[in-house]
Structure formats: structure tokens, C-alpha cells
Nanobody, 123 residues
């Protein structure tokens, strides 16, 4: 069983930064494609970023490209989302997700989900 636990959310002013972390249980982390999603109040969940198993390749939603960076440390079973130049419209619950198959650039079809961490950006 794969379990994901996010942390690092909080309240930040517009223009600020936050780094989210997601720790994944099990010894198979390096076999998982990882992704980040978010869901704002009243909106559907949307894809934010995906990262390949090795961490060498990433893919971002246009809305966060150039501001967010996804990375992973396979020795620590952890994936990160560094968020810079935050905007009020980035306010959402952020989820990490994992999948066994498929590309990091495919935005659906994830198998496992974390419980989410709240990010609030004030103007």
C-alpha cells in the first residue's frame, strides 16, 4: 500500500514563497511517477505539476510555469513543490499524487492521493 502525506502549506502574502513536501511510504518510491494537483473552493481539482521517476523531467500547468518547481529526492521518498511569486489565485488545497504507469506529462490517471495541505495567499 502506498501512502502519501503532504506538509508545508500555510498563509503567505502575495509575492511570497512556500515549499510543499510529500513523503511517500514504501520502498517503491523510485518506481512512481509523482504529481501535484490543487483544488480551490468551488472549483474542480486541477493539475499543477508532474515529475518523472528519476526526477530528470518535469511538466507544469501554464498557470504555474516559471513560478513553481517540482523536484524529488528518491533517497528520502519525498517529492517537493517549490512555489515562488505566489498569487491570490494560487489559494487552494494542494494534493500530491502517485501513479505506477504513464507519463509525468499525463495529467490524469493517478492511483494514489494524499490528504492535502492548505495554501492561502493573501493580497
Amino acid at each position: 500500500q502506498v501512502q502519501l502525506v503532504e506538509s508545508g502549506g500555510g498563509l503567505v502574502q502575495a509575492g511570497g514563497s512556500l515549499r510543499l513536501s510529500c513523503v511517500v511510504s514504501g520502498r517503491t518510491f523510485s518506481s512512481l511517477v509523482m504529481g501535484w494537483f490543487r483544488q480551490a473552493p468551488g472549483k474542480e481539482r486541477e493539475f499543477v505539476a508532474g515529475i518523472s521517476r528519476s526526477g530528470a523531467s518535469t511538466y507544469y500547468a501554464d498557470s504555474v510555469k516559471g513560478r513553481f518547481t517540482c523536484s524529488r529526492d528518491n533517497a528520502k521518498n519525498t517529492v517537493y513543490l517549490q512555489m515562488n511569486s505566489l498569487k491570490p489565485e494560487d489559494t487552494a488545497v494542494y494534493y500530491c499524487a502517485a501513479r505506477w504507469s504513464g507519463s509525468y506529462a499525463v495529467t490524469s490517471g493517478y492511483d494514489y492521493w494524499g490528504q492535502g495541505t492548505q495554501v492561502t495567499v493573501s493580497s
